[in-house]
């Protein structure tokens, strides 16, 4: 189910975008938009990793490379999504966070889109947390 939750509000950003171009930024970015729900936010970047949308609502890191980040364990889950986009469309890719609820490490996936925004490649992307093992 959040899998499928996050593909279906990612291809609808995409569309958007494609439909009505850098106008729909401003929609999609709103908190209040169903691009937002919970802990799951849309988020768009460019090529070279910078933030059209931050995947943060905290404004303190509107300037940081989404491109670079790297997870519990070491994993560039964006850089290896962004290698696979290469030759598709669309991917999904797992990767470890901390828990903000408990001890240890839980499972997340990302599932990222690549489209096209005033002639440039642009990434449209949510993450979800995968459901736990009791």
């Known amino acids: 189910e959040e899998k499928e939750f996050i ?6 950003a995409v569309n958007r975008l494609n439909h009505e171009g850098a106008t729909a930024i401003e929609d999609i970015a709103n908190p209040l938009s169903e691009y937002n729900y919970r802990d799951v936010r849309v988020f768009v970047f460019s090529q ?15 300037k940081m490379n989404i491109v670079d980040c790297v997870d519990e ?19 999904w890719e797992v990767f470890l966070a901390k828990s903000r609820y408990q001890r240890g490490l839980i499972k997340k996936c990302l599932y990222l889109r690549k489209t096209f925004l005033d002639g440039k490649d642009v990434y449209v992307g949510a993450v979800t947390d995968l459901p736990q093992p009791p």
Request: no cysteine.
């Open 7 to 12: 593909r279906i509000t990612v291809d609808d």
């Open 48 to 62: 070279d990793g910078s933030a059209l949308i931050s995947p943060v609502v905290n404004e303190q890191f509107p």
């Open 73 to 91: 364990v070491g994993h560039k889950p964006f850089q290896k999504a962004l290698k696979r986009l290469r030759k598709k469309d669309r991917t």
